[in-house]
């Protein structure tokens, strides 16, 4: 009987061995163009969820030095935000360009207005965008080291709080 967590695909321009366990991935192949990992089946089944599938695609994720107001309606119900945000915070494991604009959006789970709704769309219209989109590993990459970090104080023009991240990456 074979492990249930490890998968073998073997293709004509390669293989590729996927062994889970847990949370821990180990992923390789065989192919000296690298691996390509992308979720845009995933995508498309959040944009399905969100009737979206036949939507304008955008360019950019969120508009930049949008003002915030706190005089919008809370949503009613906002299972499928916190649904949508869920999903899209799993599709940033292959999209780190989603990553800070999911985050932000995700600042807003316990009591999300229809502008922050407004804002999970047009984040759902750059993924249509940009529905291929992915990390390419190479067999070449050399293994450097980077680190970064960064934070506003009182950045939420509403609620003064303040952001802080960092992210390692070789």
Known sequence: MADPSLFISHTNSGSIILLLYVDDILLTGS??????????HYALTILDRANMVDCKPMSTPLESKTKFTSNHTLLEDPSHFRGL??????????????????????????????MHFKMVRRILRYVKGTINVGLHLTSTTPLDLFAFSDADWAGCPTTRRSTTSGKSAY
């Open 31 to 40: 192919s000296n163009d690298g691996l390509h990992l992308s979720q845009s």
């Open 85 to 114: 945000v869920g999903a899209l915070q799993y599709l940033t494991f292959t999209r780190p360009d989603l990553s800070y604009n999911v985050n932000y959006v995700s600042q807003f789970m316990h009591a999300p207005t229809t």
